[in-house]
């Protein structure tokens, strides 16, 4: 069983910036694909950046330039740097491990941008 465990979230206003971490209770986390997704109340869950074990990235047309995801194998973490934030970035932040042929989340923290 894998856990993860995400911190860094919080109240910031617009423009301003967060940093979100996310801790895997596993080894040799390099092997597995991470990301992060989120979810506004009333909308569905939706993919904001992905990183590969190689490192890797992909990004939401909608956070590219603002966000960058990051991860540290060797500290099994996973990281998203969230610049100019917006209201519309509001929601619950999950970060997710693939370990096929598992998918693994974290309770999620929330991040609230006001304008």
């Known amino acids: 069983q894998v856990q993860l465990v995400e911190s860094g979230g919080g109240s910031v206003e617009t423009g301003g910036s967060l940093r979100l971490s996310c801790a895997a209770s596993?080894?040799?986390?390099?092997?597995?694909?991470m990301g992060w997704y989120r979810q506004a109340p009333g909308k569905q869950r939706e993919s904001v950046a992905t990183?590969?074990?190689?490192?890797?990235?992909d990004y939401a047309d909608s956070v590219k330039g603002r966000f960058t995801i990051s991860r540290d194998n060797a500290k099994n973490m996973a990281y998203l740097q969230m610049n100019s934030l917006k209201p519309e970035d509001t929601a619950v932040y999950y970060c997710?491990?693939?370990?096929?042929?598992?998918?693994?989340w974290g309770q999620g923290t929330q991040v609230t941008v006001s304008s």
């Open positions: 997710n491990l693939q370990k096929w042929p598992n998918s693994y």
């Open positions: 596993i080894v040799a986390s390099s092997l597995y694909d």
């Open positions: 990183i590969t074990g190689g490192g890797v990235t």
